[in-house]
C-alpha cells in the first residue's frame, strides 16, 4: 500500500488534528446511494421516536416519564419508585451484553445508525449547513473567503437556526422530566417564576449548541470511549466497513496497465465525516457510516466496474479466508447477552403497581409496660399509578396473643400519592416467649397482588421477663 501523501490522513495520528497541533476542520461532502437512502429514512425515524416519546402515553403516563419531583420512573408502561431503582441495573446490564453481542458480529453499527450524536449530526445539523452553505467546496470556499455581507447572513442564519433547533431538542429533553404541559407552562411565563428550569435550558442549549456547531465528530474521537471498547470487542471476523486492498491494488488512473481498481480519486475521504482514509485499514475514528461505501460504489459504476471495492465484510475475507460468525467471542457475548435479557426481565416483572416499606420509629425498640410487650413502626405505601387504590395491611406469621393498632381498616391511596401511619402491635405479657419474626403483608383490597416484608418484634429474654414479673410479685406480697 503507498504511503500517504502531505496532508492526507495518516494513521499514525488522529486525523482530525494537524502536523502543529491545531484542528483540522472537516467539510464532508454529500454522498448518494443505497446506504445513505437508508440510513436517512433510519435517522428520521430515529428523531421521531426519541422526540415523540414525551407526547405519547403508555399506562396513562407518556413514553418516557423520569419524575424527579415525585420520584416516580415511567417507563413504556411501566413505573419504578425511587425504591425499584436497583432493577434498572440489570436492565442496563442487558442492554450492555446486548450492545457487547451486536459490536462483535456487525461491529459499529450503532455507531454509524443509531446513536443521537450521529443521527442528529449527519441528518439534521449538517443538513442546515449543506442547506445554506452548499457542498463542501462551497463550504470552504466561504470559510476562506474575506468577510462580506454575504458570508455574515449565511453564518447568522446557520447558526441562528442551529441554536433554534438546539433549544427545541433540548426543551423536549426536558419533558422527559417535568412533563409537556409543565414545560409549556415555563415557556409562557417570565424565566424569574422558573430559574432552575431556565438555567438548565440555557445551559443545555448552549452545550448541544456547542458540540454539533463546532466540536462535532471530537465528540466520537476524543470523549466517546466506544471507539477504543471496539477494539477489545471485534475480531477479524466481525461485520467491518473495509477497503479490499486485493482488487484495489496498486492504485492507478483508469486505463493505467496493470492497475487495480482503485483510481486514488480520494472520493471515500472527502466523504468521510471523521476525516479517515478507510484504505488504510479499520482505525479507531470510523464509525460506520457507510459513506465511504457509496462513494465508492458511485465512482465504480461510472467506470464501468464492479461494486464492492469499499463495502461490509469481515477482515478476514478481505484476505480471502472464511468469515466465521459462530465464534467463541461470539457464543460468550450471545450467552451473556441472553442472561442478562433474562435477568433484566425478571427484574421488570418484579415490579408491583405499588411499593411499601416498613421502619421502625425512633427511640426505644420496644416498650414493656405492665401488661404488653409493644413495638411501634412505621408504614409507608405509595401507590404508583394515577388512579386511587386501597389497600389492607395484614400481619402474617405471628404468634397469637398479637393485638394491631393502626392500619386496622381498609386505606385509600391517592393517584401517584402515598401514606405514612404508625402501626403498633403489642403482645401481652403472658403470651410473650421472646423475639420473633413475622411478615407485614399489603394488598391490594382487590386481591390483585400483595406485597410483603419480613419484621423482627424485639423484646427482652422471656426468661428475664418472668424473673422481673416474679420480682414484682414478691415485692407486693412483702408489702401486704
Known amino acids: 500500500m503507498p504511503a500517504p501523501t502531505s496532508g492526507a490522513p495518516s494513521r499514525e495520528s488522529v486525523t482530525t488534528i494537524q502536523s502543529d497541533g491545531s484542528r483540522r476542520f472537516l467539510y464532508p461532502s454529500d454522498t448518494h446511494g443505497r446506504f445513505t437512502t437508508a440510513r436517512r429514512y433510519s435517522a428520521y425515524a430515529l428523531i421521531a421516536f426519541y422526540l415523540s416519546l414525551p407526547w405519547f402515553k403508555v399506562g396513562g403516563f407518556p413514553a418516557v416519564f423520569l419524575d424527579v419531583a415525585e420520584r416516580r420512573f415511567h417507563l413504556f408502561g411501566v413505573t419504578f419508585a425511587a425504591q425499584d431503582l436497583w432493577l434498572l441495573f440489570f436492565v442496563i446490564t442487558g442492554l450492555g451484553f446486548s450492545l457487547f453481542f451486536i459490536t ?55 447558526h441562528g437556526l442551529y441554536v433554534l433547533v438546539s433549544a427545541v431538542i433540548t426543551h423536549l ?50 470523549i466517546c470511549p466506544y471507539g477504543r471498547i471496539q477494539s477489545a470487542l471485534i475480531d477479524d471476523h466481525s461485520l467491518v466497513i473495509g477497503y479490499d486492498a486485493r482488487r484495489g491494488e496498486p492504485r492507478g488512473k483508469a486505463g493505467t496497465p496493470e492497475a487495480g481498481a482503485c483510481v486514488d480519486c480520494n472520493r ?25 461505501i ?59 403497581p405499588a411499593n411499601f416499606g416498613v421502619t421502625r420509629m425512633t427511640g426505644a425498640p420496644y416498650i414493656v409496660d405492665e401488661t404488653s410487650v409493644r413495638n411501634q413502626f412505621l408504614v409507608r405505601i405509595v401507590n404508583k399509578r394515577n388512579t386511587p387504590a386501597q389497600f389492607v395491611v395484614r400481619i402474617d406469621h405471628a404468634p397469637d396473643g398479637i393485638r ?48 410483603a416484608r419480613e419484621v423482627e418484634f424485639l423484646g427482652p429474654e422471656a426468661r428475664l421477663l418472668r424473673e422481673d414479673e416474679e420480682e414484682k410479685r414478691e415485692h407486693d406480697r412483702s408489702k401486704k
Not at 475521504?269 to 459513506?291: K, W
Open 104 to 158: 462483535a458480529l456487525l461491529g459499529r453499527v450503532w455507531c454509524g445508525w443509531a446513536c443521537p450524536q450521529t443521527v442528529f449530526l449527519e441528518h439534521v445539523y449538517r443538513r442546515i449547513e449543506r442547506w445554506i452553505e452548499g457542498d463542501a467546496v462551497k463550504r470552504r470556499a466561504l470559510r476562506d473567503a474575506p468577510l462580506s455581507a454575504e458570508k455574515i447572513f449565511k453564518r447568522t442564519l446557520k
Open 404 to 451: 394491631q393498632t393502626g392500619f386496622d381498616a381498609v386505606v385509600t391511596v391517592g393517584p401517584m400519592g402515598e401514606l405514612v401511619q404508625p402501626l403498633i402491635l403489642q403482645q401481652t405479657r403472658a403470651s410473650y416467649h421472646g423475639p420473633f419474626h413475622f411478615r407485614i403483608g399489603v394488598e391490594e383490597a382487590a386481591g390483585k397482588f400483595k406485597l
Open 294 to 352: 457509496d462513494a465508492c460504489d458511485d465512482v465504480m459504476v461510472r467506470l464501468h466496474r464492479p461494486k464492492g471495492l469499499v463495502r461490509y465484510d469481515s477482515q478476514k475475507a478481505f484476505t480471502g479466508s472464511r468469515t466465521r460468525w459462530i465464534r467463541p467471542r461470539t457464543v460468550l457475548y450471545f450467552v451473556l447477552l441472553l442472561a442478562g435479557a433474562s435477568v433484566a426481565s425478571w427484574a421488570i416483572s418484579t415490579v408491583k
Open 173 to 222: 429533553f426536558l419533558a422527559y422530566y417535568v412533563s409537556l404541559p409543565e414545560v409549556w407552562d415555563m415557556i409562557r411565563h417570565a424565566p424569574a417564576e422558573h430559574w432552575g428550569a431556565f438555567g438548565f435550558m440555557a445551559i443545555a442549549t448552549g452545550i448541544l449548541y456547542f458540540n454539533f456547531a463546532w466540536f462535532r465528530e471530537q465528540l466520537c474521537i476524543v
Open 268 to 292: 471515500c475521504v472527502q466523504v468521510c465525516p471523521t476525516g479517515i482514509d478507510i484504505r488504510q485499514g479499520l482505525q479507531m475514528e470510523c464509525i460506520g457510516c457507510t459513506a465511504c
